[in-house]
């Protein structure tokens, strides 16, 4: 064989292995600029863990309370149609409380807000896990538990979503 042609298969050797390498790739992660603009339209914000909805839209909760009013279950329900509409099928629901009470009782309490947030997000078209809907109870405050203000930031439900 000569030189000339040993480079020329191994060039299209080299090319065929680029090409197939190339048609096995992952799809790019992330979601598409229809499932962005959705997102932000409805009040989450991209974090490292994932698009969080949070202030104002993030559900605040009263003191020692774990019910949701006839009115926010609409408007959670409506939250994930529109997720479910543009192929985000599922979240995790993460419940949060003040620092008040025993951590044993707030971890409870957490839990309970999430599921009352889970149930309106279910009947609105997602698919969520008992392991999708958790509660965190006081072990991540946004904000000083020193202030009533700051314990009010911190009774709240957190939906988060993240591309497949």
């Given at each position: 064989?000569?030189?000339?042609?040993?480079?020329?298969?191994?060039?299209?050797?080299?090319?065929?292995?680029?090409?197939?390498?190339?048609?096995?790739?992952?799809?790019?992660?992330?979601?598409?600029?229809?499932?962005?603009?959705?997102?932000?339209?409805?009040?989450?914000?991209?974090?490292?863990?994932?698009?969080?909805l949070t202030m104002p839209e993030r559900l605040l909760f009263q003191i020692d309370k774990s019910d949701v009013s006839p009115a926010q279950q609409q408007r959670i329900a409506d939250i994930a149609a529109k997720l479910v509409s543009?192929?985000?099928?599922?979240?995790?629901?993460?419940?949060?409380?003040?620092?008040?009470?025993?951590?044993?009782?707030?971890?409870?309490?957490?839990?309970?807000?999430?599921?009352?947030?889970?149930?309106?997000?279910?009947?609105?078209?997602?698919?969520?896990?008992?392991?999708?809907?958790?509660?965190?109870?006081?072990?991540?405050?946004?904000?000083?538990?020193?202030?009533?203000?700051?314990?009010?930031?911190?009774?709240?439900?957190?939906?988060?979503?993240?591309?497949?």
């Open positions: 064989m000569t030189p000339t042609r040993s480079l020329r298969m191994l060039c299209v050797f080299l090319i065929a292995a680029l090409v197939a390498a190339c048609q096995s790739m992952p799809a790019p992660a992330g979601f598409n600029t229809a499932q962005v603009a959705m997102l932000q339209s409805q009040g989450f914000v991209e974090t490292a863990a994932g698009w969080e543009v192929g985000i099928p599922t979240a995790r629901v993460e419940g949060h409380t003040d620092s008040t009470g025993t951590a044993a009782y707030n971890l409870t309490l957490s839990r309970a807000r999430a599921q009352a947030v889970a149930a309106p997000m279910r009947a609105g078209g997602m698919q969520l896990t008992a392991d999708q809907v958790i509660g965190r109870g006081e072990t991540l405050p946004l904000s000083n538990n020193t202030t009533a203000e700051g314990r009010q930031d911190n009774r709240r439900v957190v939906v988060i979503v993240w591309p497949r």
